[in-house]
């Protein structure tokens, strides 16, 4: 089955959510990129930082490996979005890459 968690930022705690994970995709807003979404596989990364209470996926994924020793396969959702105040409805351009991204994601769940 599917399970789904909302986070404000990742944190070392995700890593266990992680490691009890067959296949993990993390979704998020981007103001990169000149489609309505990005698609890409990600690796365990090791990083060091200041705190572990804003973590890349990537560094979520190494200390899964490093505290569990599970590597589940892990890709990175990357929608496009234009308004990053608090509180900002979303515009009608946010809408519509949403929908394709979600439209994405449903037929690549289907097809595993």
């Known amino acids: 089955g599917l399970a789904f968690?909302?986070?404000?930022?990742?944190?070392a705690e995700d890593a266990l959510a992680v490691a009890e994970s067959r296949?993990?995709?993390?979704?998020?807003?981007?103001g990169e990129g000149?489609?309505?979404f990005s698609f890409r596989e990600l690796k365990p990364q090791k990083e060091i930082?200041?705190?572990?209470h804003a973590m890349s996926p990537e560094s979520v994924l190494a200390l899964a490996d490093e505290l569990y020793g599970e590597k589940p396969p892990a890709w990175m959702l990357a929608?496009?979005?234009?308004?990053?105040?608090?509180?900002?409805?979303?515009?009608?351009?946010a809408?519509?890459?949403?929908?394709?991204?979600?439209d994405f994601l449903r037929a690549w769940l289907r097809g595993m």
């Not at 968690?5 to 944190?11: A, I, K, R, W």
């Not at 296949?23 to 981007?30: E, K, N, Q, R, S």
């Not at 930082?49 to 572990?52: L, Q, V």
Request: glycine share 6%; hydrophobic share 40%; proline share 9%.
């Open 49 to 52: 930082a200041f705190s572990t």
């Open 23 to 30: 296949t993990i995709v993390f979704v998020d807003a981007t």
């Open 79 to 93: 929608i496009r979005g234009q308004a990053w105040e608090p509180n900002e409805t979303p515009t009608p351009a």
């Open 5 to 11: 968690d909302t986070n404000y930022q990742l944190n």
């Open 95 to 102: 809408l519509s890459h949403l929908a394709a991204a979600l």
């Open 34 to 36: 000149g489609g309505p």
